[in-house]
């Protein structure tokens, strides 16, 4: 496995899990989460100086002083991974747009207590946008490398 595969399956991992820790912050059962919820700004923090850390002990033990050779293959793996991530990036945001169309029209006959909610859920929506585009990259990546293996 390559060094860029590595990249694109933690990548994917790390899209997911983040998507699912924003979900159930949303969504989830608040009184479960309420003390998660205090120390997540740390945990985030640590896991970042941590693949910091893995990173550069990665890249000093490299036989090339940390620098990865990337060939043509690799560079045309990434166009396509963020070529299919953009396709499904701008169609959610097509559907978004869409969406605020009939938003407008529903507006005029729902309750206010409901239209409310729907404006904290479009940005909700906006997020999940990106963790789907940002996860449509990775996977397309992942399968290409493994298509190629």
Do not use: C
């Amino acid at each position: 496995m390559s060094r860029q595969e590595v990249y694109a399956w933690s990548s994917t991992l790390s899209s997911i899990v983040f998507a699912l820790v924003y979900l159930l912050f949303v969504f989830g059962i608040p009184s479960l989460f309420e003390p998660i919820r205090e120390n997540f700004i740390q945990a985030v923090v640590i896991l970042v100086i941590v693949d910091v850390v893995f990173q550069t002990i990665i890249s000093i033990q490299s036989s090339q002083g940390g620098r990865v050779d990337r060939d043509e293959r690799d560079v045309r793996i990434a166009a396509i991974g963020f070529k299919i991530g953009y396709y499904v990036f701008m169609v959610a945001v097509l559907i978004l747009i869409g969406h605020l169309f009939v938003y407008g029209f529903i507006n005029s006959l729902a309750d206010p207590v409901y239209v409310g909610r729907m404006d904290a859920m479009i940005v909700h929506y906006l997020v999940a946008v990106f963790f789907v585009g940002t996860t449509a990259k990775s996977v397309a990546q992942v399968v290409l490398y493994r298509k190629d293996a």
